[in-house]
């Protein structure tokens, strides 16, 4: 009976998330809404992303996108942490060129600024360096 007692509270514990770790859960879609309003002044919201490491264990995640020649375009970052909180974004071009990333000289950004060359399909590629696994972003653009 006893044995069977202790299973009961552990399995319990298990299913309830008891486990004495105290992670706070990962909301990427509402991290992305809290992302939309911090777009620079002047930008206009395009597209909010989930930024979901942490709930699909992937070590990185991508989104393309079709940019437009001659648009200046904003990605920014949140994090449940200090922004970015470790969560690295970079653009890559079509032929997989890195053009653009908030990691500058070991130093990880809120945001990346772009100017298009040349219209075509982006790669939005959201990668870990400690801290969070879990964030949203914001793209936008202006004229």
Known sequence: MKKLSIA???LASVNFGFTGQSTAPCDPEG???TC???LAEGFKFLKAYKVDGALTG????EYSYVLTTGTQYM???CASGEAPDGIVVS???GQRNK????KVE?????AINFACQSTGIYYIQYTFDGGARCGGSALGFKR
């Not at 053009?99 to 908030?102: C, L, Q, Y």
């Not at 070991?106 to 809120?110: A, N």
């Open 8 to 10: 009961i509270v552990i």
């Open 31 to 33: 991290l992305a809404n």
């Open 36 to 38: 939309i309003p911090k």
């Open 58 to 61: 992937k070590e990185k995640v």
């Open 75 to 77: 990605i920014n970052l």
């Open 91 to 93: 653009l890559f071009d």
């Open 99 to 102: 053009i653009a990333t908030n």
């Open 106 to 110: 070991g130093q990880i950004l809120s």
